[in-house]
C-alpha cells in the first residue's frame, strides 16, 4: 500500500510503498477514502525538516541541552550517531482520516466491518488506529466534510476550554483551519466574534461565517469596540508561529480575568504584568481533548466514565460530525485543493509555498489496495541468486534500539538480511533500505515460515518476547531476543521445558538474550583480571538510570515488566559474569516510589562473593550512567560508563580509557553469529535461566 512520509533530515516528502498494517487489539484497521492535511502542523514539521542543523538547534534549545549532556557521559561521537540516528527516521505525516472498516480488533465494540469512520489515521491507504481515536460518520456528511472532523476536534477543545457563554465577546487570533472552525464553533455558542489575521481572503471567509474582522495591526481598536471598551471575555489563539507577540497581544485585548486558549503554536515568552495586572487565566489546549497520549486511552481502549468526563477525544469528534450533519458547521468554503494521493508532494509544496491555500484534501482510488497475508510483506532488495553458506536473519522489530546497535551488528556479521518486520510499515520500510534486507513485513509470521531464514532477532516490546521464543523453538530457528527472554515464572518455565525437550531431540537451537554487557571489551578485561585473583569477590554496581514516566511502556507491568526486571536484568547478568559462579540468594531493598524504580539489588553468590546492584531513578544526569566497582584481595577496579576502566592495586593496570563508549552490542551479535557456526551457545543456557529467575523474583518483591 502507498504512505505519505517525510524525511526529518532533508523535509523531503515520498509516496512509499510500505507493507500493509495488522489490526491490534482494541484497534481498526481502515481503508482510507479522504484524508485532510494540516496546514499548520504538518507545515511547521516539513520546514522543521528542510531547515538546516543550526535552525533545528535553534528550534529545539532543550534538545540541544539533551544532546550536550549525553555527549558530556556517553562521548561525542556516540552522541553525534544518536542524533544522525533521529533525524533518519521517516516521519508519518497526517492525522485527519475518513475510511471504511475493514477489520475490527479483539477487544472492540461499537464498530463493525463497513462502518465509514474518522480517525487520527495517517495519509496511508490503509491505516490501524484505536478504537477510541475514531467515530461513526452520520449518513448525509460527505468523505470530504469528515475528513475536517478531527481538525474540528481540536478546535472544539479549545471552545471548550475557554468556555464561551451566550453573549460574550470572543477574539480568533489566526484564520487558518483552526481558526475558521474556531470562529463558527464561538457563534454557535452564541458569541460575538472578532477573527484577527493578515490576510484579506482568510478574514473575508471569516465574515461570512459572522465573525468581525481586523488586521492585526488593528485589533486591539476592534477588539475594544467589540467589548464596548471592556475588554473581551477570551481568546481563542490559533495562529503557528515563533512569535510571542499573539499572547502578548491577546492579553492586552481582554478585560480583567479574562481567558486565553492556546491552539495553535507560538512562541511562550509570558509576560508578568500582562496577566497579573488583569489577572488573566491561559491555558494550552490539548489535542482533540481528553485521552489524547493517554496510553490506558488509546492503547488498552480504557475509555474515562461519561458521567466524569462528558468530553473525551471521540466524543468531541462525534460532536463535530453531528454540526456537520446538522449544517451549524460548514467546511466546504475551507477546501482550497485536492490531490490524488500519488501527487502529494506537490501538495506539500503548496503548503510551502506562495500559493495560497487553507483545507488540501489527499483522495485515495476507489479501488481497494490489496489485501490478505501477501499485502503485509513487500520485496526491498532483490534476493541473491546464491546465499552461499552465508545463513539468513529475520529480525522483529525496527526501533531505535535496533536500528542503532543490532542491525549494524548484523550487517557487518556479513549475513543474509532476510526481513525485518515491524508494526509500523514505516520503520521496517526504512531499516530494510538503509542496511539491506531482501523483504519488509508488518506480519511476524514470515520470519518463522521462511525456510531461508535461519535466525531469528527478536527486538520488539517485552510483553511479545517469550511468544516470539516459544515460537522459534517450536520451529527450530536459531534465536538472539533482545532482554528479558520472558517476563513471568510460568513463561520461564514454559521455555525452559521446550528448550530441554528440543536439546533431548539433539534439535536445540541457539538461544542467546542480549546480554550485551557482558562482550564489551573492558568487561572482558575485567573478568580476565579478576579470573587471576583467588578468594571471594565484592561487586558494587551503581546505575544512574534517570527518571521514565510512570505512563511509559517499560513501567507497565503487562508490557514492559517494569524497570527490575526489563533493565536491571542486564546487572544481574553482569554481577552473574563477573563473578563466575551461581547466585544462591537475593534480595531487594527499595525506596518509596510509584514506580518502584529506585532500589538495591543483593546478589550472594555459591562462592562467597557478593554484588550489591544501587538501581537509581532518582539521580542527576551529571553523573555516570553506569559505574562498576569490583574488591578483592586488597585489589580495586573500577569501570565508568564503559569507556574509562581504573586499577588500583593492579601491576601494570591503572587506567584504560576507550576513545568511544563501547556496551558490547557488536561483540554480543558477533558471538551469536560465531555460535550459528559452531554450535556453542555464547551464554549457556543454564545460566540465562538462572539469571531471568533471580531477576523476576527480584521484580516482584515487596
Known sequence: MKQVLQSLKTGAIEVAEVPRPAVGRGQLLVRTRRSLISTGTERMLVEFGRAGWLDKARQQPEKVRQVLEKARTDGLWATLEAVQRKLDQPLPLGYSNVGVVEEVGAGVVGFAVGDRVVSNGQHAEVVAVPATL???????????AAAFAVVGAIALQGVRLLAPTLGEAMVVLGLGLLGQLGVQLLRAHGCRVLGVDPDPARRALAERFGAEVAAPEAALEAAARLSRGRGVDGVLVAAATSSSEPIHQAAQMCRKRGRIVLVGVTGLELRRSDFYEKELTF???CSYGPGRYDPLYEAKGQDYPFGFVRWTAQRNMEAVLDLLAEGRLEVDPLVSHRFPLDEAPRAYEVVLGAEPSLGILLEYAA?????????RTIAVEPAPTTA????????????NYATAALLPALRAGGVRLRCVVSSSGATGLHAARRFGFEETSTDPERVFADPATNAVVVATRHDSHARYVLRALETGKHLYCEKPLCLTLDELSRIESLYRQRAAEGRAPV?????????APLVTAMRRLLDGVGGPKALVITVNAGAVPLDHWTQDPEVGGGRILGEACHFVDLARFLVGAPIARWARWSLPTPARDCATLQLAFADGSTAAIHYLANGHRGFPKERVEAFVGGRVLQLDNFRVLRGWGWPGVRRRRLWRQDKGQRAAVAAFLSALRTGRA???FDEIVEVHRVTIELAQAP
Open 134 to 144: 475514531a467515530a461513526r460518520v452520520p449518513p448525509g456528511v460527505s468523505d470530504d
Open 283 to 285: 491555558q494550552v489546549s
Open 367 to 375: 479501488s481497494a489496495p490489496a489485501a490478505g497475508p501477501e499485502a
Open 388 to 399: 552461499g553458506d552465508r545463513p539468513g536473519v529475520g529480525v522483529l522489530g525496527a526501533g
Open 511 to 519: 538461544l542467546m538474550v542480549g546480554f550485551n554487557r557482558r562482550f
Open 682 to 684: 555464547p551464554i549457556p
